[in-house]
């Protein structure tokens, strides 16, 4: 097996590239949709994020919204709640290892994946890049973002031209969906290539 890390900065098009990943067959493990269900359901982690960040919780399990204000731009806050989430996290890893032990690929799409060292647990890595007028006016688009709430992840963030020089392999996603899933195709290609015996 060949693992995959895939990383981009906030609005750099991430999850439409593991989305053409999942589209070829490639297993995904999503991080930040392992967190969100994490924060939803496991009671164990809704328990000890209330713990330490009181009022952050609700029926609903962890309310993000409440959350957010709390760690964001806060590097202290943010240390305490990953070391709530990540060992939580990595059991989910573990089990999706496991559930797709034959596959010849597998895709861990990790926004902070430089940030938190994690392209020592992975094969190859694969940023997913756009300029940067392209990045800020998709996330300043979203629903609830401002400029200082941009400003304030991009500065959690390793900046994109340190992130696609560290990086194995990069998928443009500034223009046309065909171009970004052509890249996506031979990137597999490439790794299912180095898998294939020498006959």
Same mark, same amino acid.
């Given at each position: 097996?060949?693992?995959?890390?895939?990383?981009?900065?906030?609005?750099?098009? &991430?999850?439409?590239?593991?989305?053409?990943?999942?589209?070829?067959?490639?297993?995904?493990?999503?991080?930040?949709?392992?967190?969100?269900?994490?924060?939803?359901?496991?009671?164990?982690?809704?328990?000890?994020?209330?713990?330490?960040? *009181?009022?952050?919780?609700?029926?609903?399990?962890?309310?993000?919204? &409440?959350?957010?204000?709390?760690?964001?731009?806060?590097?202290?806050?943010?240390?305490?709640?990953?070391?709530?989430?990540? *060992?939580?996290?990595?059991? =989910?890893?573990?089990?999706?290892?496991?559930?797709?032990?034959?596959?010849?690929?597998?895709?861990?799409?990790?926004?902070?994946?430089? =940030?938190?060292?994690? =392209?020592?647990?992975?094969?190859?890595?694969?940023?997913?890049?756009?300029?940067?007028?392209?990045?800020?006016?998709?996330?300043?688009a979203r629903a609830g973002m401002t400029p200082d709430k941009l400003e304030a992840i991009l500065a959690r963030q390793l900046p994109d031209p340190e992130k696609t020089a560290r990086a194995d392999y990069v998928v443009p996603t500034g223009g046309s969906l065909d171009t970004t899933r052509?890249?996506?195709?031979?990137?597999?290609?490439?790794?299912?290539?180095? &898998?294939?015996?020498?006959?």
């Open positions: 097996m060949i693992t995959i890390g895939l990383t981009g900065s906030i609005g750099m098009g &991430k999850s439409t590239v593991a989305a053409m990943f999942a589209d070829e067959g490639v297993p995904v493990f999503d991080a930040d949709a392992a967190v969100h269900r994490l924060q939803a359901s496991d009671a164990t982690v809704i328990s000890a994020i209330e713990a330490a960040f *009181p009022g952050a919780t609700g029926a609903g399990g962890v309310d993000r919204a &409440k959350l957010g204000p709390m760690v964001l731009g806060d590097a202290a806050a943010m240390v305490q709640l990953e070391a709530i989430v990540h *060992p939580a996290v990595q059991a =989910e890893r573990a089990a999706f290892l496991a559930a797709h032990a034959t596959a010849p690929l597998v895709v861990f799409d990790i926004p902070l994946l430089f =940030e938190t060292g994690g =392209e020592s647990r992975v094969d190859v890595v694969v940023v997913a890049s756009a300029p940067d007028s392209v990045q800020r006016a998709r996330v300043l052509d890249a996506v195709r031979r990137i597999i290609a490439c790794l299912t290539a180095r &898998k294939t015996p020498l006959s």
